[in-house]
């Protein structure tokens, strides 16, 4: 069965009471698998419609009785007697039957698992975000497959399963970590630019695996690209894993997230009581980030669900994915209080709290220049896929509301990198910059200078770094002869470059010419002889 999130939200508590007769009808009514087979060999069959059920699409047509229940659809909206007033017709938005038919997500909203589009419903078998009946079948597929192949390795998993979730955890310094001397331990933390406080602070790990994590998170971990910990990593994971309380406090993309997420896997892993564990996060934009790491670390391990409870998203979905035994709620204070506010949902069970990120940490945000609009959008997108920064692009095609927004956004600290074309170059106080990056050199030397000039606006210092290659080889000794006199260590490429030598010169020359026409003491004597030479000639 669906649950429409548009639906939920307009849902009164009568007709939540006839959902749930529906969902048991529904249920009764064989495997949903089945039946949603049935509807992938057989896309021109749809379902009967009525004005108090979800129609299929137009391009289905008219079918006999097992209808949307056949297919594991909700028959919402649910009115008293199935009718329609005013007031619900907003309900019977048809449920999209095909992927196509629906739209892209929003930054922020549901994904569907299967395509990536808008996930405007919850496949109810799995909880998971599917954008249509479509994706919904090869998503019920899809998971069929993967359990036949659980299944087919049951024994072994299970028994692995039962000892991981039997046998207590607990931290112990790694051999490796004992077999250090203080000092080489010392000289690491140094190195490293570890500092603790605190009584008995065990040693950092220098490896994931001196953590003794199960076989399945170790996979997690260099699955999602983690190879070896970050500084931030070594020292607040065996801390956390011994349930200590911790502040700490690292830049911006140093690994923090997974700093925290990991002790707090390990102790929600044997928890039976849900929800175990509360993360707040102070944007939506982080919260999501959280959740998705946290799904990847968790992917495979028994029982571990988490739930995002953000604001800007309806709040029956949250809620009611709140209700599922999800072990960890990442949250935003405000939507929390919210739902706490409204509902009967008690965090009693809850053993670990997460404060991530205290809004004071937030660095100034970064602005990168490139020389085209594609190049914008692609450095952004990618910057943000492999640091998980908050980035967003700037360049011509942007509408003036977008580029309103994300000058304000840029003032309020919630992008961590701007990637623009020339259009951010002048006039505007970037006030809050104190990072310019060329990632493309400026084709002039007018243009350079304003560019870095957004860096360190009104007597506030900023540093710049630029790349240049030999596509602005004209610009070689000009910049040299720019940047030299601050202090910059300049690269010995660009140094040596014969382009720089040529450019000097042929400057050089060009100053001898001028000092040699014009007229000093010293040589006024002889520009007279040489033009009245000239003249008795003539
Ligand atoms: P964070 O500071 O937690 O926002 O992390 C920044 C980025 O670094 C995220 O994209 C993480 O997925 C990634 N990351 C975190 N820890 C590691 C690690 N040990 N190795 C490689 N990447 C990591």
Redesign the pocket.
């Known amino acids: 069965m669906f649950l429409p999130r548009s639906v939920k939200v307009k849902r009164t508590p009568d007709e939540d009471r006839s959902c749930t007769a529906k969902k048991h009808k529904l249920s009764s009514g064989g495997s949903l698998l089945e039946e949603t087979t049935e509807f992938q060999d057989c896309k021109s069959v749809g379902t009967e419609t009525s004005a108090s059920t979800y129609s299929l699409s137009e391009t289905v047509q008219e079918h006999t009785e097992p209808a949307a229940a056949d297919l594991g659809v909700a028959n919402t909206p649910l009115g008293k007697d199935n009718q329609n007033t005013d007031e619900d017709g907003s309900l019977e938005e048809p449920i999209k039957s095909f992927s196509k038919s629906q739209r892209w997500a929003e930054p922020g909203e549901p994904v569907c698992v299967v395509c990536g589009r808008y996930g405007e419903y919850i496949c109810d078998k799995t909880d998971e975000d599917v954008c249509s009946l479509e994706c919904k079948a090869k998503h019920l597929l899809q998971t069929q497959a993967k359990e036949k192949q659980l299944r087919s390795d049951q024994c072994t998993d299970s028994q692995a399963e039962a000892h991981l979730l039997n046998t207590p955890y607990f931290y112990k310094d790694h051999s490796f970590i004992l077999g250090l001397q203080d000092e080489q331990v010392e000289n690491l933390k140094l190195q490293l630019g570890i500092a603790v406080q605190g009584q008995q602070v065990p040693r950092p790990i220098v490896e994931?695996e001196h953590c003794g994590f199960p076989e399945t998170l170790n996979n997690n971990?260099k699955n999602?690209?983690?190879?070896?910990?970050?500084p931030?990593?070594m020292q607040m994971i065996p801390v956390g894993l011994l349930g200590r309380d911790i502040l700490a406090s690292?830049?911006?993309?140093?690994?923090?997230?997974?700093?925290f997420l990991l002790p707090v896997i390990m102790k929600v892993l044997k928890e039976t009581e849900t929800p175990s564990a509360l993360i707040l996060a102070p944007t939506r934009e982080l919260a999501i980030?959280i959740e998705r790491?946290a799904k990847?670390l968790m992917a495979g391990l028994p029982n571990m669900r988490t739930v995002l409870l953000v604001g800007g998203l309806p709040l029956p979905p949250q809620l009611h994915r709140l209700k599922q035994s999800v072990k960890v709620i990442i949250a935003t204070p405000g939507r929390l209080l919210e739902i706490l506010k409204q509902s009967s949902v008690q965090l009693h069970s809850i053993k670990i709290v997460v404060v991530d990120e205290d809004k004071k940490l937030f660095k100034p945000p970064v602005l990168v220049f490139v020389d085209c609009k594609l190049g914008a959008d692609l450095l952004s997108d990618a910057v943000h896929?492999?640091?998980?920064?908050l980035c967003t692009a700037m360049h011509s095609e942007k509408s003036q509301v977008e580029r309103t927004d994300i000058l304000q956004g840029l003032l309020q600290e919630k992008y961590e990198v701007i990637v623009s074309t020339g259009v951010l170059g002048r006039g505007l106080d970037l006030v809050s910059v104190k990072l310019v990056v060329n990632f493309d050199m400026p084709s002039t030397m007018d243009e350079y200078v304003h560019q870095v000039g957004r860096a360190g606006r009104l007597g506030h210092s900023g540093t710049a770094i630029t790349f240049i290659n030999n596509n602005s080889k004209k610009l070689f000794w000009d910049v040299v002869k720019r940047v030299k006199p601050t202090g910059t260590i300049l690269p010995p490429q660009l140094l040596n470059s014969p382009y720089l030598h040529d450019q000097k010169r042929r400057e050089q020359q060009r100053l001898k010419q001028l000092q040699s026409s014009l007229v000093t003491g010293d040589n006024i004597m002889d520009i007279i002889k040489k033009h009245n030479k000239n003249n008795s000639q003539r």
């Open positions: 994931f971990l999602s690209g983690y190879e070896v910990p970050t931030i990593q690292a830049d911006t993309g140093s690994g923090k997230t997974a700093a980030q790491q990847e896929k492999i640091t998980g920064l």
